[in-house]
């Protein structure tokens, strides 16, 4: 369905080197970048940039040609994506549904979307999560083939952001196919089937669906302790030591390691490979090829979907971390769910 091969494009700072994957009829493909590359990247497909080197091809036609043969069958949600703030929710609705001569019902999508008891209410006086949900409710109403969505669940609720991954889910099963893109990587792994890191590098995919990797700790392996281990990182000129248990999770960041303290986030020397090692004894789980988390911390288990789960933690900013579905059952066996 949407091919990028080798797309380079640099422009006001932003650029796109190497960029290469495709996304088949039906997938979702997640994407962690700055919104600005997101937004460049999105105006190539839509036809408004041409890429300065590479091919981007859209069911085997140009951006170009197929906008011009299959018309308003690409739907674009943008971070900042404005409505008519001074229209009730089914009022914007049906203008849409009338603009797009959609042969969708747009009631049936407002009721998907947990709409339609707003149906009366002007838009202004929404939340944030609200507004969202109805700018998802207006491009379905595309009935889209592709479908551009830039931060899907950024600062959403977790009743909307849940409401937005099984809408994803559904699309997908329906044909349409998915770029989602997202300034975190806890949110590209979240939402999409795949997950690519952008840097400028290039394009790295993140395994979203890992298998239990053997010599982690289980159920019933024989306890160990260390009588003093402490994990070092370092800011500035100085080294700071930090106890286990002071530690909420770790994030591998373009190679690094991050250690997140109380809300605070702290470079560190050692791989994510070392630091699995030293801590496997003191709770700490691998949740996803780039997290480890400290079980202590771990507040709830969501289910986002059949495929999509994370773990809430009771640290001091709420955070919530991917769990993939290939480490689920041995999460369980730890503690003995």
């Known amino acids: 369905m949407l091919t990028i091969k080798d797309l380079y494009k640099d422009k006001m700072n932003q650029s796109l080197k190497g960029l290469t994957f495709q996304a088949e009829k039906g997938s979702s493909i997640s994407l962690e970048c700055s919104n600005e590359t997101s937004a460049l990247l999105a105006d190539i497909i839509l036809g408004k940039e041409l890429p300065a080197r590479g091919e981007v091809l859209i069911d085997s036609l140009t951006p170009k040609d197929y906008c011009r043969r299959h018309p308003g069958t690409i739907g674009v949600i943008f971070k900042e994506d404005p409505l008519y703030e001074k229209m009730t929710v089914e009022g914007y609705l049906s203008f849409f549904y009338k603009l797009f001569n959609s042969d969708m019902d747009y009631r049936d999508v407002m009721q998907k979307l947990a709409l339609l008891d707003l149906g009366t ?17 207006r491009e379905i109403l595309k009935n889209p083939v592709l479908f551009i969505f830039q931060e899907p669940i950024l600062n959403m609720d977790r009743d909307g952001a849940r409401l937005i991954i099984e809408s994803i ?58 009588t003093i281990e402490k994990i070092p990182a370092k800011i500035e000129d100085k080294i700071l030591l930090f106890d286990p248990m002071e530690i909420d999770y770790i994030e591998s960041e373009d190679g690094f390691s991050c250690l997140f303290v109380r809300g605070e986030k702290f470079p560190s020397s050692l791989s994510m490979t070392e630091l699995e090692e030293r801590l496997k004894y003191f709770g700490f789980f691998r949740s996803h090829r780039s997290y480890l988390v400290n079980l202590q911390r771990v507040r709830e288990v969501i289910t986002w979907s059949r495929n999509s789960y994370s773990l809430n933690l009771d640290d001091k900013p709420r955070s919530s971390i991917p769990l993939s579905k290939g480490r689920l059952e041995e999460l369980k066996d730890i503690l003995k769910l």
């Open 121 to 137: 209410v002007m838009i202004k006086n929404l939340s944030y999560s609200q507004k969202r949900r109805i700018s998802l409710a």
């Open 169 to 226: 889910k559904e699309l997908c099963t329906k044909g349409t196919t998915f770029l989602l893109t997202s300034l975190h990587l806890k949110d590209a792994i979240l939402v999409g089937d795949k997950a690519y890191r952008l840097d400028e590098d290039g394009c790295v995919e993140i395994n979203n669906n890992e298998l239990p990797i053997s010599g982690r700790i289980t159920a019933d392996e024989d306890k160990k302790t260390y």
